[in-house]
């Protein structure tokens, strides 16, 4: 049997991306995972009742349509079966006193709806948004492309020369800003201030945290340009289109396949060994889609090279996410006009309660008051349910990967800091009687429920550690040149011939298939 050109250990967006374009320019690719099935983070089933069709983990697709990744494979994938469906209100915030605000895809509504919450907020959002468009080449140049490179030397030279160096050094300054510090100067309306201050959790920071303040306009920007799309009929039907793309490019997956450490000879790695003896040779490269502690802890073992052994000692994992996913009787009746349609719908005191809630889950409590995003896939795609039936998605980014305790005193934590069934049942409760305060007769409408704690999300996907689905904390310091590493290149691994992609490296996590595409396009 002759060697595939490249191994890719993992199977999430970005191994999927990496083994499709790949295999675009004629490489042999072999896709090897240790579930039973493709996805990573993107996995669909009926886990409610039957014919409620539920996104177990991620749901939106907002960065891998609007990634470099989707321009190059799209008409592919399509051909294969994927589409996507959108609504035109794609997020909005619901406060416990009933205020809220929704965002669609039309600018010039949005800054009049805003206006109409408080003057001149709408006028900052039309300009916050406005600049992100402005500098988008520089922005997107640095979010998405390879740093150590010469076309991003090129793009940083070229806007040095055009804005000057101070001015650069200003803007990247700015960039820095903490959410906190930009909504809080930015905006005089609380509720204003609502809307983005959950969306720095959705990239694995919080409102204080450095670059918040900058990541969030990029995602206000992104959602009203794009939307929150979802795949019609589930997250599954774009693997099944990734899987028809990568086989009709002659590239094989294999599942069941638990790849137990990496071979090399002469310093270079030459294959794997999976966990039940079986050795598979590489030609020219294996690429592991996986998180630090995954290759050279467990992969490379006493063959990792000594930085990236110690610097993997000092990789440091994020917060832990809890899901909730209800089947009901009938779409939910929010109290508030026009929130029946928001694909991805957050549940928040304000901008305090998440700087609150996001604090006590980094210091590993429970949140007295956790910030809720509520997806509606009934409302974007009718199939995934029975006619007249409705599902809810519920993701909960501040959740303690190790549990100390309780913010709010009411529920009994295990002395070893560890989730079990009762306790993530027990906070599924307080997460329902925030929800049902904001839906008229909720608990009548419930068919099912299912709630997974991080520790379900880790048990599903060894790479959530602790249920971090962002594959380690995105604070500044583990972002950019210095992901994963300090002295990270690229996605080198410092073996030849074995290259790291994933959430865990630049550009970081999301459904973008970022680091697959650059390392792809390099290859």
């Keep these: ?133 402005r500098n988008a080449g520089l922005l997107f140049g640095l979010l998405g492309g390879a740093l150590w490179s010469y076309p991003t030397t090129k793009l940083i030279a070229g806007e040095a020369w055009r804005r000057g160096p101070r001015e650069l050094a200003a803007f990247m300054g700015e960039a820095l800003v903490p959410a906190r510090g930009w909504l809080e100067i930015a905006y005089k309306s609380d509720t204003v201030r609502a809307l983005w201050a959950p969306w720095v959790l959705h990239a694995g920071l919080g409102p204080e945290d450095a670059f918040s303040g900058q990541i969030a306009k990029v995602i206000a920007f992104a959602l009203e340009a794009a939307g929150a799309p979802i795949v019609k009929g589930g997250a599954k039907n774009l693997l099944a289109a990734f899987e028809a793309l990568i086989k009709e490019r002659g590239g094989e997956i294999r599942v069941n396949a638990d790849v137990a450490s990496i071979v090399q000879s002469g310093g270079r790695a030459t294959g794997v060994r999976l966990a039940s003896g079986e050795m598979l040779n590489a030609a020219k490269s294996v690429i592991c889609s996986v998180t630090p502690t995954q290759l050279y802890s467990r992969l490379l073992g006493k063959d990792a090279p000594a930085a990236a052994a110690e610097a993997t000692l000092k990789y440091r994992y994020g917060k832990g996410n809890f899901q909730i996913h209800y089947a009901l009787d009938r779409p939910p009746a929010w109290r508030g006009d026009g929130l029946d349609k928001v694909a991805l719908l957050h549940l928040t005191p304000g901008l305090d309660g998440v700087s609150k809630a996001c604090n006590e889950a980094v210091r590993g409590l429970l949140p007295e008051v956790p910030t809720i995003c509520v997806g509606q896939p009934h409302a974007l795609d009718p199939s995934r349910c029975p006619e007249g039936k409705a599902i809810l998605w519920l993701q909960l980014p501040e959740a303690p990967r190790v549990i100390n305790g309780d913010a709010a005193g009411q529920l009994e934590t295990p002395a070893d800091g560890r989730w079990s069934d009762a306790l993530r049942e027990a906070f599924a409760d307080r997460v329902e009687a925030i929800l049902a305060r904001h839906i008229d007769s909720f608990r009548e409408t419930v068919i099912a429920r299912r709630a997974y704690s991080p520790a379900d999300l880790e048990a599903m996907n060894i790479n959530l550690v602790g249920g971090d689905p962002y594959g380690g904390s995105s604070t500044i310091d583990q972002s950019f040149l210095w992901r994963p590493f300090k002295a990270s290149r690229n996605h080198e691994t410092g073996i030849q011939g074995l290259y790291h992609i994933g959430a865990s490296t630049h550009p970081g996590a999301g459904l973008g298939g970022g680091s697959g595409f650059l390392l792809a396009g390099r290859l």
């Design 1 to 133: 049997m002759t060697a595939p050109d490249h191994i890719i250990v993992g199977s999430g967006i970005n191994a999927l991306v990496c083994a499709a374009m790949l295999g675009a320019k004629g490489a042999k690719v072999l896709v090897l995972e240790r579930n039973d099935r493709i996805g990573g983070c993107m996995r669909t089933e009926e886990i409610t009742a039957p014919g409620f069709v539920h996104d177990v983990m991620a749901t939106t697709f907002v960065l891998f349509i609007t990634s470099p990744a989707f321009a190059a494979l799209g008409k592919d994938l399509a051909r294969h079966g994927l589409e996507f469906c959108h609504t035109a209100t794609p997020t909005g915030v619901l406060r416990p006193d009933g205020s809220h605000a929704v965002l669609t895809t039309d600018r010039a509504a949005n800054i009049a709806a805003l206006n109409a919450i408080a003057s001149g907020d709408g006028d900052r959002h039309g300009g916050d948004v406005g600049d992100i468009e």
